[in-house]
Structure formats: structure tokens, C-alpha cells
């Protein structure tokens, strides 16, 4: 069985691989003493190029092949933002709300940021985009991408999923991306289809 070894330590990121390679007979592991590795950094203004930075980077520090991904929400009303600073997007502003105890979490401030930006906004519409670099010894192999378009609540809902995910909504099922199930967010995801685009490619590696 071949397997690719993500850049992340990101559990929702590796929990979404998983799903995802579970039906293709790829198996996605955690990259070994990823954690011991100084982080590079991500400084290229778009997905792909901080995509492909990240795969050319760890692939460095091992012979196996390394998935990296870099993935984030962008909102029509807010000109694109976050992007790829989705996961940076309250720290970038220094906004913290008052009155916050105990401490909130990096997805639960940004989520507030967000909600803060989109309050007067008319046109809620956002999509998340995923771009993949698989490489080797440096070098990037493959690539694949995947988005889907939703739009943005004026609150959150469901308990699922990660970053903006309680917030983002699935006009087609009524639901957010945190209010559907593992599978089904696999088929609608943007990881999930950025997935399934890379795996027709990867037998170009199968020897």
C-alpha cells in the first residue's frame, strides 16, 4: 500500500485525509518527528505556492513521500480575506473580545473576527479552497486543488469540523460544514476533492 506522509499536526487535516484515503487504498500518516522539525515559513501569497514551500521543505528531512496542503476560506464581501491567513486571521488584527474567560481558542477568536468583519455585509457568499504538493527529496511530484462555494452565517452552528466550519453553510444541504458527517464532508469538502483529484495521479509513482 502507498503511503503519504502529511506535513500537519493539524487533527482535523489528518482526520480528513484519513477519511478520505480510506476508500482509495492510500494511506495518509502523520509525517514522523514532524513536531521536532522547525516550522518554515509560510510567506508566498497564495495557497499553491505556500503548498508547494511546505512539500519541498519537510520532503527534505525524510526518502517518503509528503503531502502538504494549504487550505483556507475566502469571503466575496471581505475582497478574498482571509485566505491564506485563514488560520492567522484574529491574530493578524490583535482581536481578542473582552470579557473572554477562560482563554478562547485560535478557531473560536477567529470565527468571532469573522463575524465581526461580516457584520453589515450584504453578499455572504465564500468558498474554501485547497491546494496539495506531494513531493520528494524536495522536489514537488504532484500537485491538486479543490473549493466549495457556501456562505458565511451570522452565527454558528454545529459541534463538527474545524476552523470556520460552524459557520460556513452548505446551501444545497441545508447544513453547515461543523452539521454533517465525516463521509459527507469528504464528498463536499475542499480537501476531499483536492484529494480525490490528486489520487488518479498518484499511480504515475506506482512502480
Known sequence: MLTLYAATTNHGKLRDFSVAAAESGVAVAPLPGLKEIPAPEENEPTFAGNARLKAEYYSRFTDELVL????????????????VRSARFAEDASFMPQNTTPA???????????????????NRTARYHCVLALARNGTVLLRAEGSVEGEILSAPRGNGGFGY??????PELGRTMAEITLEDKHQLSHRGRAFRALLPQLKTLLP
Open 104 to 122: 478562547l481558542s485560535t478557531d473560536v477568536r477567529n470565527n468571532l473576527y469573522l463575524l465581526d468583519r461580516m457584520r453589515d455585509a450584504l
Open 165 to 170: 466550519d460552524p459557520l460556513f453553510w452548505l
Open 68 to 83: 502538504a496542503d494549504d487550505s483556507g476560506l475566502e469571503v466575496v464581501a471581505l475582497d478574498g480575506q482571509p485566505g
